[in-house]
């Protein structure tokens, strides 16, 4: 009730300072001494059908590449998921790693990947 209206883009610091911070602050004293800089807001990428992201070509849409719906994972998937699609793009094929499991075709068949 208190989380400010995820509609408004602005950041509320005042809610930060009163309600985050102290919670991080406990949790890890090391908080205690260090202050964000600054802040930014924005909407999170969510695949609704498994949590995971979806890579590779599209099933339809020629030379359509995606890297899309990480759900929170992108910044540590990212540097494989842009080797992966540039592999794709360049050579056809993955090589570096095999990703096909992340692939349209779970969403299509309806078998979402799950994570243990």
Excluded at 6 to 31: I, K, N, T
């Amino acid at each position: 009730e208190e989380e400010p209206d995820p509609s408004d883009l602005s950041v509320d610091h005042d809610f930060f300072q009163e309600q985050v911070w102290p919670r991080l602050a406990r949790r890890v004293p090391a908080f205690e001494s260090l202050r964000p800089r600054g802040a930014w807001a924005g909407y999170y990428d969510h695949n609704a059908f498994d949590r995971n992201g979806v890579l590779g070509p599209h099933p339809k849409l020629e030379n359509l590449f995606l890297a899309a719906g990480f759900s929170g994972h992108g910044l540590q998937h990212a540097p494989a998921a842009g080797r992966a699609v540039a592999e794709l793009v360049l050579k056809g094929r993955y090589e570096s790693l095999d990703l096909r499991r992340l692939g349209w075709s779970r969403i299509e068949e309806g078998e979402p990947l799950e994570e243990a």
